[in-house]
């Protein structure tokens, strides 16, 4: 068996800096830490983290007056942070800096009187935090299906946003569905799909044709590791999206010659490293880098333990 490793995977910047606020702030303050719904969206890393005491809940009411609490990776809608303050919880924020861009696009275009378009999934932690910025002027569709069914009149003035982790081409093709309808729909400054979301899915594209089988390491909660499984698939490719190497079954190797593995932005690389010791013992698999673009980003911890740095 050989076993194409793709290049970039796992952990983008933003998942990084969010772990890496969460580690610091255990070693400042203990572990009686609460977290605005999971940190990242995997299994493993939560995990991790509730074994060592901290909690994650989906509701501030869960949260003690006066606790630590660190906002995700996802970010959080502005009444979040008005609950926050009127329960005195002492805030560390660790939304990704590519989400918090989203934010303030929302706000900008919202200021100047336009209706917004959120290309993005329903309910994800992302959707809901933008949303929260401006909910009277954003508008949520996943498909160009939602953009045929759109009721807005011709001279209300439109833009179009995106979720982080969508899909390059799902996205594109609800935008070209946007553009047709609203050909003066106005666009972001700057691409909203994030650097690390497109790398990987460039990745697969790239890589999954010389594959029999391709595993994707990541949670099923996880918007940017579902894209690459549904990528894989649509090359025609047997993919499976799994969070370790436990749930990896023998009958998905019993032809595979090639087995391309790769990993969404918040899988740790602990869990591909697992995989591929499993494939090299059971199979005498030879592992081979792919490397289709490098990656050199990265972000700083959140401005509330900076700050905490500069008086220690």
Not at 20 to 31: H, K, N, P, Q, W
Request: proline share 4%; net charge negative.
């Amino acid at each position: 068996m050989r076993i194409l490793l793709a290049n970039p995977r796992g952990f983008c910047a933003g998942v990084n800096m969010a772990i890496e606020a969460l580690d610091e702030t255990i070693r400042r303050f203990g572990t009686e830490i609460f977290v605005y719904h999971e940190i990242v969206h995997n299994k493993y890393v939560v995990d991790q983290f509730t074994r060592q005491g901290v909690k994650f809940v989906n509701s501030l009411q869960e949260v003690p007056t006066g606790s630590i609490l660190l906002y995700s990776a996802h970010g959080v809608a502005p009444q979040i942070r008005d609950i926050a303050r009127e329960r005195r919880l002492k805030t560390i924020d660790a939304t990704c800096p590519l989400v918090t861009k989203v934010h303030i696009e929302a706000i900008k275009f919202a200021q100047e009187g336009y209706k917004i378009v959120l290309i993005g999934h329903e309910g994800h932690d992302e959707v809901l935090g933008t949303m929260g910025e401006a909910p009277e002027n954003i508008i949520l569709v996943e498909t160009p299906e939602d953009v045929d069914r759109l009721e807005i009149a011709a001279d209300v003035k439109l833009a179009y946003l995106t979720q982080t982790t969508l899909s390059v081409e799902e996205a594109g093709r609800v935008i070209k569905r946007l553009r047709e309808r609203f050909p003066n729909i106005a666009t972001p400054p700057k691409e909203d799909i994030c650097y690390a979301t497109t790398n990987r899915q460039e990745a697969v594209s790239a890589l999954a044709p010389q594959a029999d089988v391709v595993i994707v390491l990541g949670s099923q909660n996880s918007s940017n590791s579902r894209r690459l499984a549904e990528i894989a698939a649509s090359l025609n490719k047997p993919a499976y999206l799994i969070d370790g190497v436990h749930e990896l079954k023998a009958e998905w190797f019993h032809a595979a010659q090639t087995v391309l593995v790769t990993a969404g932005a918040s899988a740790p690389e602990v869990v591909v490293q697992e995989c591929l010791d499993y494939l090299v013992e059971h199979y005498g698999a030879t592992v081979e880098l792919a490397v289709i673009r490098e990656e050199h980003v990265s972000f700083p911890i959140p401005r509330e333990l900076r700050l905490l740095e500069q008086t220690t």
